[in-house]
């Protein structure tokens, strides 16, 4: 396809459609597509407000390769279009739209995929194009880390989700990324009541686990967000209980595992992995979570507190037999592809991901 100016759009208008507008005028639409006296766009299903809009500006020469380029895509689309339908007749009685000289003949019949990837194009152009400046986005951050030490994190957490949504320069959407994903972990402990957690007053009958099990939560991360030291609860006793979805992603590559409240990263763990890329890929369940773990390897059966045991102070397994995530006596190893094909972490960072995530909890392991 060739993109250039001289090309797209033609520099003569096809038979019977009148004479190209005048520049600072719609690039893509001819003049059968304009009403004769009031010189207002023709009501057409083919060209929606955003098709013209797309048009618009592409018109002045004053413009970079890459917006000459979406010009001439929009352009060849939109006669494709037209062609698509078949003749029309101008206001006037003359020819219908014909094919331009020198555009394939194939295009006539562009699909509604090809549209979506103009449009695509057109839209991620239009995103680099409205980059907010660098002064606004350091007013942003500071904005965003005011907010975070007076408390106000709920407001932060939009602060920096605005921020994300910008195009960033790559070592600042990391630090971020780092930070949002702190305040994610933090509001997820704190008493806060956040869109995905309820204030649950305890009722008579009610015990940690129940309650755990009715938000399809963990008794453990209840404990820990109210601070209780033990099971005990009371009727009339208010409870944060966070009711999110959670989902972990283990990249085997970079040995990381991140773990997701809905669409957020709300922490990262180093991990090991499998030596020889033994450990699966694929996406699997939580289906067993065990504490100070037996390990039976074969033939023998390693108790909790013996030292062979490598299995560390916690057990998840999948639903792939024999693999699972637990903990280690080796922390030496973690960052490195040493393990037998499970995923091990440092025993205070996998027994905190053992009280967050329950039961059918989705792991999805990529390279």
Not at 142 to 153: F, I, P, S
Not at 180 to 194: G, V
Not at 231 to 258: D, E, H, P, Q, W
Not at 268 to 277: E, F, K, L, P, V
Request: glycine share 8%; net charge positive.
């Amino acid at each position: 396809m060739n993109l250039s100016r001289s090309s797209y759009p033609p520099a003569q208008p096809p038979p019977g459609a009148g004479s190209r507008p005048k520049a600072g005028k719609t690039s893509c639409l001819w003049r059968e597509d304009v009403r004769p006296k009031t010189g207002e766009i023709r009501p057409d299903g083919l060209r929606q407000a955003w098709w013209r809009k797309c048009a618009q500006s592409f018109a002045s020469d004053e413009m970079s390769p890459l917006a000459d380029a979406q010009d001439a895509c929009l352009c060849e689309a939109e006669a494709s279009l037209r062609r698509s339908r078949g003749p029309r007749r101008s206001p006037k009685g003359e020819g219908g739209f014909q094919r331009t000289a020198g555009m394939p003949a194939g295009l006539h019949k562009l699909s509604g995929l090809a549209l979506a990837v103009f449009f695509f194009f057109f839209s991620q152009v239009q995103a680099e194009q409205q980059a907010m400046p660098s002064a606004s986005l350091d007013t942003m951050l500071a904005q965003a880390r005011k907010l975070v030490a007076e408390g106000e994190w709920l407001a932060a957490k939009e602060k920096y989700k605005a921020l994300l949504s910008n195009t960033l320069e790559p070592n600042l959407k990391r630090d971020i990324e780092k930070e949002f994903e702190s305040l994610n972990f933090s509001l997820l402990f704190s008493s806060t009541i956040t869109p995905d957690a309820v204030l649950y007053e305890v009722k008579p009958g009610d015990s940690l686990y129940k309650i755990a099990k009715a938000h399809n939560t963990t008794a453990g991360l209840i404990a820990k967000i109210n601070g209780l030291k033990g099971s005990t609860i009371y009727s009339g006793m208010k409870l944060k209980v966070v009711a999110a979805k959670f989902s972990i992603l283990v990249s085997r590559s970079r040995n990381l595992l991140f773990l997701r409240e809905g669409d957020e990263i709300i922490k990262t763990y180093r991990i090991a992995t499998g030596q020889n890329s033994s450990t699966p890929l694929g996406t699997f369940t939580i289906e067993n979570k065990l504490i100070h773990p037996t390990w039976y390897r074969a033939g023998a059966v390693v108790p909790p507190d013996s030292s062979d045991n490598v299995l560390g102070s916690r057990w998840m397994g999948f639903s792939i037999a024999g693999y699972g995530i637990h903990g280690t006596t080796t922390p030496e190893s973690i960052g490195t592809s040493v393990s037998a094909g499970c995923i091990r972490m440092l025993n205070q960072d996998v027994e905190e991901l053992y009280d967050i995530v329950p039961l059918k909890t989705i792991v999805a392991v990529v390279d």
